[in-house]
């Protein structure tokens, strides 16, 4: 690769940074600028629901490289700075102050922002959001002044806000339209187990109700529900999904569809750039559909792949999806996709909170969970490699393990 040509990374976080690093470890030597508008250099998101958040762990583990790495690799790091349009035909984009920066290659890892609740009282002050490191530096110390913590939504995000909220000592409320937490990806007997956990922990669960207002003056009070309930609360999460920051790749007439459609290359519909990370719907040939992950390990494994691609090197990205979560002492990880099953099969200790949960469909395994066991991932992964049918009661039987099921397919 030439050393003249320039490539250009807008979005500072995980996808951005493992591609910046990628590019230079893969030999790029041309000029490479890797550009985000946080102040921070790029960091890692999990921690802000979990240890960081509860202030069990400090800034400085969270950061995806040493403070000299981007000096050290040549890497024009600009915090701080909003890419503001992006003129494709011309390669060239223009930042918020007007300048404009041309560019051989682009990657676009812009990631995701929080969706704003469309209720009347959402622009209380006490309604919270949470996505940067600042805004979880802002939550703790609003956990820690409540009188009871309102989270709206009961997916990843509310789930663990709520535990780490308990965990702080607050009262906690949550409000869901599910019937359980997390049942859009896990499904009633899966978000049951986390029902479970949360009411024995002591959140305050109501769950298949809808929130109609945030009631307050000035000031957040509480919630008021479909079901006319008011719960009361001084600090309101919202925790109700997260929307891809496409505004970039749409200004410049890109294909979109849920985020920037780009094939299993990672290429967009313009030449010349690319996209990774949460902003991106990627074509997955595993699976033979797009799939836009909001996941740590999707936009770490993406920012590399699309950095070789930049390269020209040519990398399909067929990576096995995979996301975890800690909620109170309840860790778990999920391998797979699946958003459509015809069966669950639990193995092990549900009741006890341990155990693997398999998803199939058509007597195939879609996506397999993990929850306090830590040595069977890589059967998991195997069997979410196999393309055919798995004996469901042998699945079932934790006393067989999980390799000897593919024997005899
Ligand atoms: C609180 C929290 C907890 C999470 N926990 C987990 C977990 O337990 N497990 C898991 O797998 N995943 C988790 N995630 C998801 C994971 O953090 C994301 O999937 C990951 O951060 C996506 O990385 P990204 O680089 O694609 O995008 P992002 O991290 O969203 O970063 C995009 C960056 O681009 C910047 N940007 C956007 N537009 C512009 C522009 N025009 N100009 C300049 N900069 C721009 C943004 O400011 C941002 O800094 C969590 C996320 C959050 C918020």
Not at 42 to 56: A, C, H, Q, T, V
Not at 181 to 186: A, N, Q, S, Y
Request: glycine share 10%; no cysteine.
């Amino acid at each position: 690769m030439a050393s003249e040509q320039s490539f250009v990374i807008v979005g500072a976080s995980l996808a951005g940074a493992k591609a910046a690093e990628t590019l230079r470890s893969e030999g790029f030597e041309g000029r490479l600028v890797l550009i985000g508008e946080e102040t921070e250099r790029p960091y890692e998101r999990p921690m802000l629901s979990k240890e960081y958040l509860r202030g069990d762990k400090p800034a400085e583990k969270l950061y995806v490289h040493e403070e000299g790495f981007y000096a050290e690799k040549d890497i024009k790091l600009l915090t701080g700075t909003r890419v503001a349009s992006l003129d494709a035909g011309a390669h060239e984009i223009t930042l918020q102050d007007g300048s404009r920066m041309p560019y051989s290659r682009l990657l676009l890892a812009t990631g995701a922002t929080p969706r704003r609740i469309p209720v009347p009282g959402a622009e209380l002050a006490g309604v919270a959001y949470l996505r940067r490191m600042s805004d979880s530096d802002d939550l703790r110390a609003a956990i820690k002044a409540a009188t009871r913590v309102v989270v709206i939504g009961a997916g990843w995000i509310g789930s663990e806000v709520a535990a780490s909220a308990r965990q702080l000592g607050a009262e906690v409320s949550v409000v869901a339209p599910e019937e359980v937490p997390l049942e859009r990806v896990l499904g009633p007997l899966l978000g049951g187990v986390y029902r479970d956990l949360h009411a024995e922990h002591g959140v305050d669960l109501h769950l298949s109700t809808q929130v109609e207002a945030i009631v307050g003056n000035d000031v957040a009070q509480g919630v008021r529900t479909t079901d006319g309930d008011v719960i009361e609360g001084d600090l309101i999460v919202v925790g109700v999904g997260v929307s891809p920051r496409d505004e970039l790749a749409q200004y410049a007439g890109l294909t979109l569809d849920n985020g920037i459609v780009v094939d299993e290359f990672l290429r967009t519909s313009a030449p010349d750039v690319f996209a990774a990370g949460d902003v991106a719907s990627a074509w997955n040939p595993m699976y033979n559909r797009h799939i836009r992950m909001e996941h740590w390990a999707n936009a770490l494994n993406q920012g590399q792949t699309a950095a070789r691609n930049m390269l020209g090197q040519g990398t399909a990205y067929a990576k096995l999806p995979y996301f975890y979560s800690d909620q109170f002492d309840l860790g778990m990880e999920y391998n797979g996709y699946a958003s459509e099953w015809d069966r669950v099969v639990l193995r092990g200790d549900a009741a006890g909170r341990e155990f693997l949960a398999f998803w199939l469909k058509d007597g195939r395994v879609l996506a397999g969970m993990n929850a306090n066991i830590w040595d069977q991932g890589d059967g998991i992964k195997a069997l979410l490699r196999v393309d055919a049918g798995i004996d469901v009661s042998r699945l079932a039987d934790s006393s067989i393990p999980l390799a000897d099921l593919m024997f005899g397919i």
